[in-house]
């Protein structure tokens, strides 16, 4: 996500007396917008056949979910990540 797409590196990090590595106010804030700027992106849901926004996925399979507990439903599709 961020990493990879080179949004943070070793300046985003600070060492601390004893060796601990932590991560800079501004480092967090890259990682926060790169988050909510991801949870915005649209995927093909594979079982609902939808177009669904990545941050809605846990509360689109909780409903699949739902569904199977309560009998509405003979199987619970999981949602598996490429």
């Not at 501004?26 to 093909?44: H, N, S």
């Amino acid at each position: 996500m961020t990493i990879n797409s080179k949004k943070i590196n070793h300046k985003d990090f600070y060492e601390k007396e004893g060796g601990a590595i932590l991560m800079t106010d501004d480092g967090r804030k890259k990682i926060l917008v790169a988050w909510q700027e991801r949870k915005k992106e649209v995927v093909m849901h594979p079982f609902l056949k939808e177009k669904i926004e990545i941050g809605l996925i846990p509360f689109a399979q909780a409903q699949l979910l739902a569904r199977f507990i309560r009998g509405d439903a003979k199987e619970y599709p999981p949602f598996l990540c490429k």
